[in-house]
């Protein structure tokens, strides 16, 4: 897998609008334009710290969104949100902010914008003294910013004051930044460095289990299911929280789950989709929809969880939303390393676990002493429904989980390959023509 590097060099980024998409935060949350936009701190590109946030506050990485949410801090003097743009810098010529959501009230009226670039020594770049041009919930305004001959990594908004009703609330739910840019961009999201974290805190991996009350105990049940189970809203119920979960929390560091494959931590495939369909990612969702495939001989889904190795001991799968019909009975869930050898992990033949729609079974999985990067729902024969659609809404695995830095061969324009390591923790790429050969480091 290779790691695309952009440089810049004093690109201008130019204001029009209010949250326009010319900004800075916009451009670094769709790559620049390779990619659709998804908020840059949940990619881990722009990084957010601050003082003391309310428990009803949406998430910090709020404030770099494109939505007015309630995003406040604690009522703390000093009150501040530091915004880190990493390895790139910043000459400001305008920035916008966004008051909360929640009331008109509560807004900015005494702050600062300060500039640093190792977070202890901060440049104030323009000071805010009773202004109060933001007056209505959600509303933006944009500052110029003159004079400022300097670029900077990092951006605070320091309150200086009380806010518009005389409390010390910092309410702020969004942040953009246009000037010159410059510096490297890493245009693979850096964001599994939390990962390595988790998990090599573990000498032999981290173990995620199933709870038992979700293991299928006969999966040959029908429609003969007990009472209670056949009054179940299945769309309503929550899918168990195993790897895909942890990864959309990042491991239990953010409160707010998000797609993994939104947030390019897990890579989803399918044979033809129908058109209808939700897009495949939902996969890897939690909520029951309409995602099936095209007819299909042999269909199938693959989810690549990249830079992770599983060694499963249970996983699950959800029916789609649509129909009690078109369920799985005949699939091999398998397991790769390449994505050209597959083992068969598990196979099912006529199982009728699953017969209503939005329905969610977990199978226990034994004797799997195998480690690998990717799994396969595989169909090897007729849904239900005595057709080819692969209907699923809904894959979770458990198991033993370690962690494999990124590698990758890049071939150089002298035509010298390089093994290569990408280095998460660190940020850094090192290359090796050889065993015996020097490790040269790229920040």
């Known amino acids: ?53 309310t428990s009803d506050s949406e998430p910090l990485s709020s ?18 949100i530091v915004i880190d743009f990493g390895t790139l810098s910043i000459r400001p010529t305008q920035y916008t902010l966004r008051h909360y959501i929640s009331w008109d009230t509560e807004a900015l009226r005494n702050w600062n914008l300060e500039g640093s670039n190792d977070g ?12 109060e041009s933001l007056r209505k919930k959600g509303q933006a305004h944009t500052w110029e910013i003159t004079e400022c001959e300097q670029s900077y990594k990092q951006f605070k908004i320091q309150m200086t004051g009380k806010n518009s009703l005389s409390h010390d609330y910092l309410a702020c739910s969004g942040f953009e930044i246009y000037g010159s840019l410059s ?28 709870p038992d009350d979700d293991i299928e105990k006969d999966n040959n049940d029908d429609d003969e299911k007990d009472e209670k189970e056949q009054n179940v809203d299945w769309e309503k119920q929550e899918m168990p929280q195993g ?22 931590l897990i ?53 789609y939303s649509s129909w009690d019909t078109e369920a799985l009975r005949r699939w091999k869930l398998e397991g790769s390393n390449d994505g050209t050898r597959w083992d068969t992990i598990m ?21 799997c002493a195998q480690s690998y990067r990717m799994f396969k729902i595989q169909m090897t024969g007729p849904n ?30 002298n035509g010298d390959a390089f093994e290569c390591c990408l280095d998460t923790e660190k940020g850094e790429i090192q290359y090796q023509r050889n065993k015996s050969a020097n490790i040269v480091t790229q920040k």
């Open 384 to 413: 239900s429904n005595d057709h080819r659609y692969l209907a699923c809404s809904g894959f979770e695995i458990f198991g033993n989980v370690t962690y494999q830095r990124t590698k990758f061969v890049e071939q150089w324009q």
């Open 243 to 264: 790897v895909v979960y942890k990864l959309g929390t990042k491991f239990d560091t953010e409160k707010e789950w998000v797609n993994p494959a939104t947030l390019e």
């Open 183 to 210: 510096g490297t961009f890493m245009l693979k999201s850096m964001s599994d460095a939390f990962i390595e974290s988790a998990i090599t805190d573990n000498d032999k991996g981290l173990l995620i289990e199933a």
């Open 347 to 367: 196979e099912h033949k006529d199982d009728k676990s699953l017969h209503k729609k939005g329905q969610i079974r977990t199978w226990k999985i034994t004797n």
């Open 120 to 131: 202890e020594n901060w440049t104030v770049i323009k000071e805010h003294q009773n202004d």
């Open 63 to 80: 404030v770099v969104g494109r939505d007015a949410v309630r995003c406040v801090s604690d009522a703390n003097m000093r009150s501040y």
């Open 267 to 319: 890579n989803v495939t399918a044979s033809k989709w129908k058109d209808d369909s939700q897009p495949i990612e939902n996969v890897v969702g939690r909520s029951a929809l309409r995602v099936v495939n095209d007819l299909d001989e042999n269909g199938w889904i693959k989810i690549d969880f990249i830079s992770l190795r599983i060694r499963p001991t249970a996983y699950t799968l959800r029916h």
């Open 1 to 53: 897998e290779k790691v695309e590097a952009e440089e810049f060099d004093n690109k201008k980024f130019e204001y029009v609008s209010d949250f326009d998409t010319n900004g800075i935060c916009y451009a670094i949350g769709s790559r620049f334009g390779s990619k659709d936009w998804i908020n840059p701190a949940s990619l881990n590109l722009i990084k957010l710290s601050s003082s003391a946030w």
